[in-house]
């Protein structure tokens, strides 16, 4: 088993910054990839940025180059940094780890943006 906690979340006005953290019950190193998803209300969940066990790192188009993915496997935690935040950035953040034959995932903490 893998506990997942988020922090971090909160209301912010368009234009600014949130850095997510998601500590974790077990060493980070150990996972095959690490991600954060985000609900926005009415919306299916979309995979927002994920982090390999190398550091390889991949992001939805719609967050490229405002987020930033990373992980501190001396702290078992990995982080979001979320930057010129809009408007259509509010959902529910989840962050998941993954095996190849498991995954785990947080429950959730609310990101809200206004215009």
């Known amino acids: 088993q893998v506990q997942l906690v988020e922090s971090g979340g909160g209301l912010v006005q368009a234009g600014g910054s949130l850095r997510l953290s998601c500590a974790a019950s077990?060493?980070?190193?150990?996972?095959?990839?690490v991600a954060w998803d985000r609900q926005a209300p009415g919306k299916k969940r979309e995979l927002v940025a994920r982090i390999t066990r190398s550091n390889s790192t991949d992001y939805a188009d719609a967050v490229k180059g405002r987020f930033a993915i990373s992980k501190d496997n001396a702290k078992n935690t990995v982080y979001l940094q979320m930057n010129s935040l809009k408007p259509e950035d509010t959902g529910v953040y989840y962050c998941?780890?993954?095996?190849?034959?498991?995954?785990?995932w947080g429950q959730g903490i609310q990101v809200t943006v206004s215009s």
């Open positions: 998941s780890a993954h095996f190849s034959s498991r995954s785990y």
């Open positions: 077990r060493t980070t190193i150990s996972f095959d990839s």
